[in-house]
C-alpha cells in the first residue's frame, strides 16, 4: 500500500491539468478594449500561452491586425534562409500615420548634428523598437508580442490614445523566424494534455541543434554589428531607417531563475558607451519594477549580464543614441515545468515578457524630451569629440579586392561613410585602399569597430572581449592624424554595387591559365572549374611571367591541352568561375616561365573536393553552422552533414575531406578504426579545438596539448570563486600568430603575421617537425581583449596549426576558430587551404 501511495505522489507531482488562460489574465483590467479589434484566439485558434505559436499563425495574426486597426501599419522587411517573412508593424495614432514619412525622416534627422537644430523634440514622438526572440527556443517574447500588438491596437481611452500621439513602437514579432518555427514544432508535438512538468520530459530537452539559432545554426544575437546574415541585414536596415530612441530585446534564461533587466554590471559597460545611455538605461528600469511589482513577479538587474560587445541588440544601440534594454525571462522551455520556484507555466512567461513591454511604452511616453534630447546630444558630442581626436581618418588597404569590399560592405549597412582612397598616402596605394573619415555621423561606431584594449576593470566577459574588425578582416590599416589626413584623400564613395572585377588577362589561351590565390573567392571559382571536370595543380614555388610579374606559391595553374574540353570551352569555363569575384587569371601561350616552368615537378595536382562534416548532439551547432554558412553561402560548395549517430552507416570512400567541428566525440570512440582506415587511403582531416584533442587522446595524431594544472593560490572568500575561475576563460579575444608563408595551409597570404581569433584554454604544444607547424603564436601573442596572465604564459610559442601524417592522409589540428561568426575573413582563408591543399602536404613535412 505504501508503495502505491509513493507511486500516486510522484505521478501526481510530475504532471498537472492547467487552466487555459484567457485575456483577462494578461491584460490590465482597468481599460476596455475595441471589439473590432481580433483577439489572437480568434485568429490563431488558441489561446495565448495555450500553445506555442508557430511563425505561420504570428504572421497571420499580425496580418489580421493590421487589416482591422487604423493604429497599425505592416511591412515585410525580407525573408529568412528558409523563405519566411520578416515583419515590422509601426503602431502609432491615426493622426500620425497621416504623416509618418514626415516623421520618420524629421526623427532620422535627429542623428545629423547638420539638420538637427532646426527640430524641436517637444514636438517629435519617441521611436520604440520591440523585438522579440531573437533565440528561437525562448519563445516567450514572440508569444507575448501578440498580446503588445493587440493591446496597442484595441485598448481604448484618452491615457493610451495620448501615449500613441507621443510613441511610436516598430514592433518586429520575431527576430528569428526559422528558430521560433522549429521550436514551436519541437514543443507542441510532445505536449500532453495533462502537462508534464518532470525536467526530464523530451518536451523540455530539444534535440541538436535545437531552436536558438537561424536556419545555419547562429546566434543571431551576436551579428547585430557584422550583419553577416541575410535576417540581421534585413533588421539592421529597418533599424538604420528610424533610428529608434529604445529597442528592447526579449530572451530567456534558465528555469529556476527569475527576470532579469537591464542595466547589467556597471563594471562590464564598454567604455565607448556614454554614461549618460546607463543612466536612462537605469531610469527606465524604475519603470520595470514599478510594473512587475504589480503583478507580484521577482526580478533582478545590475546583475550577470553585461554591456560590452556592441554585437548584441541590447548593446548595439548604446553606441548609436538609442537605449539597448535586455529582457531575460526564466524559461518554462514548454508549458510548465517545476522550478525552484514552483511550477512556471508559458502563459506566466508570457505575462512578464507583456508586462516589460508595457513598462518600456510607458517610460518611453513618459521620458519622451530627455530621450529625445539624448540622442540629439549624443550626435552632436560625438561629432565634437571626433574633430578634437587625433585619429581623423582610417585608412585599410588589401590585395585581397573582395575581402575588403565585404568590409566596406559591412560598414556601409551601418550608414557609415567609406570612400575609395584618392591618392597613394602613408605607405598605402590607392588601388588597394578604402579611407573612413573618423569626423562623421557615426563616429562612436567607427571607434568601437577600431577599438583595441588589453586591460579592463573587470576580467570577466559575458561574450566576447575584442572585436576589432581590421583584424578580424586581417587588414593592413592605420589612422591618420591632422598632419596625414586631408579632405583630398577622399575619392569616390563606396556604394554596394562596386564590386570587384574579374579578369582574364590576355584573352583565350591555347596552352594555359594561371590564377592566382590571394582573392578571397578564389576557392569559389575553383571548386566550379573542378566541377566542369578540368584537371588542375597548384604552384609550389613562385613564378615569374614574361613581363616580370610574380606569382605566389599558391597560384593555380590550368593547362589546355590536356584536359577533354576544347579551349574555348576551357576559357568559358574559367570565366563563368570568376565571375562575381575579384579573381585574376593569366592566359599563357608558354610554358617558359621564369623560376620554374609550367611543367615542373613544383606543381602539385588537385583533385575535386568532396566533403563531409560530423554534426550533432555533443558537436558546437555554432562551428559546425559557420562552416556550413562559409561553404553554402560564400563559396557554392556543397558539404555533406553526417550525424553522429549515423556515421557508422556512412561511407567515406565518397569523400576526401572530413571535417570534425569543436565538441564532443566520446560517443565515436568505436569509429576510431573506420577514421583511420579512410586516412590511410589518402583523407585530409581537419578538426577543430576538442575535436583536434580527441584525436590526440585517441592517439590518431601525436599532437600534445598542456594539461592544465589545479590551482594553489591558497585560501580565497568563497564569494569570490566564480569571479577566480571566470578570470582564467578565454571568452573571445584576438592574439597574433606568425606563418609559414610556403605552407599549404598559407597559400595566398601575404604576411608572416596575422591576427586570430580564440575561445579556448586548448594549448596545443608545438611538434618536433619543426614543419609540422605552419602557425604559431608569437612570443607576445595578445594583440586585442582580455587573457589572464598565467593563460598568456601558457599561449607563447605553442602552435595554432599542427599537420599529422596518417598513412596516404593527413589529419590538420586546429586550436581556434577560424570561421567565427562568419566575420573573421582573414582567418577563412587557413580553412579553406586546408580544404583544398591537405592533399597535397608533403608527408615528411608532418608529425
Known amino acids: 500500500m505504501r508503495k502505491i501511495y509513493l507511486l500516486f505522489i510522484l505521478v501526481f507531482s510530475s504532471s498537472l491539468t492547467v487552466a487555459q488562460k484567457d485575456l483577462s489574465y494578461f491584460l490590465p483590467d482597468s481599460l476596455e478594449y475595441d471589439s473590432s479589434i481580433p483577439t489572437p484566439e480568434s485568429v490563431i485558434g488558441h489561446q495565448v500561452g495555450e500553445w506555442h505559436v508557430t511563425h505561420d499563425k504570428l504572421v497571420y495574426y499580425m496580418k489580421a491586425l493590421a487589416a482591422a486597426s487604423n493604429r497599425i501599419t505592416i511591412i515585410e522587411s525580407g525573408k529568412t534562409y528558409e523563405d519566411r517573412p520578416q515583419l515590422l508593424l509601426t503602431i502609432t495614432h491615426p493622426e500620425n500615420h497621416k504623416n509618418i514619412d514626415q516623421i520618420k525622416r524629421d526623427h532620422k534627422n535627429l542623428t545629423n548634428p547638420e539638420l538637427s537644430n532646426g527640430?524641436?523634440?517637444?514636438?517629435?514622438?519617441?521611436?520604440?523598437?520591440?523585438?522579440?526572440?531573437?533565440?528561437?527556443?525562448?519563445?516567450?517574447?514572440?508569444?507575448?508580442?501578440?498580446?503588445?500588438?493587440?493591446?496597442?491596437?484595441?485598448?481604448?481611452?484618452?491615457?493610451?490614445?495620448?501615449?500613441?500621439?507621443?510613441?511610436?513602437?516598430?514592433?518586429?514579432?520575431?527576430?528569428?523566424?526559422?528558430?521560433?518555427?522549429?521550436?514551436?514544432?519541437?514543443?507542441?508535438?510532445?505536449?500532453?494534455?495533462?502537462?508534464?512538468?518532470?525536467?526530464?520530459?523530451?518536451?523540455?530537452?530539444?534535440?541538436?541543434?535545437?531552436?536558438?539559432?537561424?536556419?545555419?545554426?547562429?546566434?543571431?544575437?551576436?551579428?547585430?554589428?557584422?550583419?553577416?546574415?541575410?535576417?540581421?541585414?534585413?533588421?539592421?536596415?529597418?533599424?538604420?531607417?528610424?533610428?529608434?530612441?529604445?529597442?528592447?530585446?526579449?530572451?530567456?534564461?534558465?528555469?529556476?531563475?527569475?527576470?532579469?533587466?537591464?542595466?547589467?554590471?556597471?563594471?562590464?559597460?564598454?567604455?565607448?558607451?556614454?554614461?549618460?545611455?546607463?543612466?536612462?538605461?537605469?531610469?527606465?528600469?524604475?519603470?520595470?519594477?514599478?510594473?512587475?511589482?504589480?503583478?507580484?513577479?521577482?526580478?533582478?538587474?545590475?546583475?550577470?549580464?553585461?554591456?560590452?560587445?556592441?554585437?548584441?541588440?541590447?548593446?548595439?544601440?548604446?553606441?548609436?543614441?538609442?537605449?539597448?534594454?535586455?529582457?531575460?525571462?526564466?524559461s518554462s522551455r514548454g508549458h510548465a515545468q517545476e522550478s525552484v520556484n514552483g511550477v512556471l507555466e508559458f502563459p506566466f512567461t508570457i505575462k512578464n515578457q507583456f508586462t516589460a513591454s508595457l513598462s518600456t511604452f510607458q517610460a518611453a511616453y513618459e521620458m519622451r524630451t530627455e530621450l529625445l534630447t539624448f540622442q540629439k546630444d549624443f550626435y552632436k558630442n560625438s561629432k565634437q569629440m571626433a574633430s578634437q581626436a587625433s585619429e581623423k581618418a582610417w585608412v585599410v588597404s588589401d590585395l585581397d579586392q573582395s575581402k575588403l569590399f565585404r568590409f566596406a560592405e559591412m560598414l556601409d549597412r551601418q550608414e557609415i561613410e567609406v570612400y575609395k582612397l584618392a591618392k597613394n598616402t602613408a605607405g598605402f596605394d590607392s588601388d588597394n585602399s578604402f579611407i573612413i573619415p573618423t569626423n562623421q555621423n557615426q563616429s562612436r561606431l567607427i571607434k568601437a569597430i577600431f577599438d583595441v584594449r588589453t586591460s579592463f576593470k573587470d576580467s570577466l566577459f559575458y561574450d566576447v572581449s575584442a572585436f576589432n574588425m581590421g583584424m578580424a578582416f586581417n587588414l593592413d590599416y592605420k589612422s591618420l592624424d591632422n598632419k596625414g589626413f586631408n579632405s583630398s584623400l577622399l575619392g569616390e564613395r563606396f556604394t554596394a554595387d562596386q564590386k570587384p572585377n574579374s579578369n582574364i588577362i590576355g584573352g583565350k589561351s591555347e596552352y594555359a591559365y594561371l590564377m592566382e590565390w590571394h582573392d578571397f573567392y578564389a576557392p569559389k571559382a575553383l571548386n566550379k572549374i573542378h566541377k566542369a571536370g578540368l584537371r588542375t595543380k597548384v604552384s609550389t614555388e613562385e613564378i615569374v611571367l614574361s613581363n616580370g610579374e610574380t606569382l605566389a606559391i599558391g597560384t593555380i595553374l590550368i593547362p589546355v591541352k590536356q584536359q577533354n574540353q576544347s579551349a574555348i570551352q576551357i576559357y568559358q569555363i574559367i570565366e563563368e568561375a570568376i565571375t562575381e569575384t575579384g579573381v585574376k587569371v593569366h592566359a599563357l601561350n608558354s610554358g617558359n616561365t621564369s623560376g620554374v616552368n609550367l611543367g615542373s615537378p613544383s606543381f602539385e595536382p588537385l583533385t575535386k573536393t568532396s566533403i563531409a562534416m560530423v554534426i550533432g548532439e555533443g558537436i558546437s551547432p555554432y562551428d559546425a553552422g559557420e562552416i556550413w554558412f562559409l561553404m553554402d553561402q560564400h563559396y557554392e560548395m556543397p558539404i555533406t552533414k553526417i550525424d553522429v549517430n549515423d556515421f557508422r552507416r556512412a561511407d567515406l570512400s565518397r569523400y576526401n575531406v572530413l571535417i570534425m567541428p569543436d565538441g564532443r566525440y566520446g560517443s565515436m570512440g568505436s569509429q576510431m578504426p573506420k577514421i583511420q582506415s579512410w586516412l590511410q587511403t589518402g583523407g585530409t582531416l581537419i578538426a577543430y579545438q576538442s575535436a583536434a584533442k580527441w584525436l590526440s587522446d585517441q592517439k590518431l595524431t601525436k599532437v600534445k596539448f598542456k594539461k592544465n594544472k589545479a590551482d594553489t593560490i591558497g585560501y580565497e572568500a568563497y564569494e569570490d570563486l566564480g569571479n577566480n575561475r571566470g578570470a582564467q576563460v578565454i571568452g573571445g579575444a584576438i592574439f597574433e600568430v606568425e606563418l609559414d608563408l610556403s605552407h599549404p595551409i598559407a597559400y595566398g597570404l601575404k604576411k608572416e603575421k596575422m591576427p586570430i581569433f580564440r575561445n579556448t584554454t586548448l594549448f596545443m604544444e608545438k611538434s618536433k617537425n619543426q614543419y609540422a607547424n605552419p602557425l604559431r603564436y608569437t612570443q607576445s601573442p595578445l594583440l586585442n581583449g582580455y587573457i589572464s596572465e598565467e593563460n598568456v604564459e601558457k599561449l607563447k610559442g605553442t602552435s595554432a596549426v599542427s599537420v599529422s601524417r596518417v598513412g596516404a592522409g593527413k589529419v590538420i589540428s586546429f586550436t581556434d576558430n577560424t570561421n567565427f561568426r562568419a566575420f573573421w575573413y582573414g582567418t577563412n582563408r587557413l580553412f579553406m587551404n586546408a580544404v583544398f591543399f591537405g592533399q597535397t602536404i608533403s608527408g615528411s613535412s608532418a608529425e
Do not use: C
Request: net charge negative; aromatic share 12%.
Open 119 to 330: 527640430l524641436d523634440v517637444n514636438e517629435m514622438p519617441s521611436v520604440v523598437m520591440m523585438g522579440f526572440s531573437i533565440h528561437g527556443n525562448e519563445p516567450s517574447g514572440s508569444n507575448a508580442s501578440m498580446l503588445t500588438a493587440y493591446y496597442l491596437a484595441a485598448a481604448q481611452g484618452s491615457d493610451i490614445e495620448d501615449k500613441l500621439k507621443n510613441v511610436v513602437v516598430l514592433l518586429d514579432p520575431s527576430f528569428n523566424p526559422d528558430g521560433l518555427n522549429r521550436f514551436a514544432t519541437w514543443a507542441n508535438i510532445h505536449k500532453s494534455e495533462n502537462l508534464v512538468t518532470d525536467p526530464n520530459d523530451r518536451e523540455f530537452n530539444e534535440v541538436w541543434p535545437g531552436g536558438r539559432t537561424n536556419h545555419y545554426w547562429f546566434d543571431m544575437n551576436r551579428d547585430w554589428l557584422p550583419t553577416q546574415l541575410v535576417e540581421s541585414r534585413n533588421r539592421i536596415a529597418q533599424f538604420h531607417a528610424w533610428k529608434p530612441n529604445i529597442l528592447t530585446d526579449h530572451h530567456e534564461m534558465g528555469t529556476n531563475s527569475t527576470f532579469f533587466f537591464q542595466p547589467g554590471i556597471p563594471e562590464r559597460t564598454h567604455p565607448i558607451t556614454p554614461q549618460k545611455n546607463q543612466d536612462l538605461t537605469a531610469q527606465i528600469g524604475e519603470y520595470h519594477a514599478e510594473f512587475l511589482d504589480r503583478i507580484g513577479s521577482l526580478y533582478y538587474s545590475k546583475e550577470s549580464f553585461d554591456d560590452f560587445y556592441y554585437g548584441k541588440g541590447s548593446t548595439f544601440p548604446d553606441v548609436q543614441g538609442a537605449v539597448g534594454i535586455l529582457f531575460e525571462q526564466a
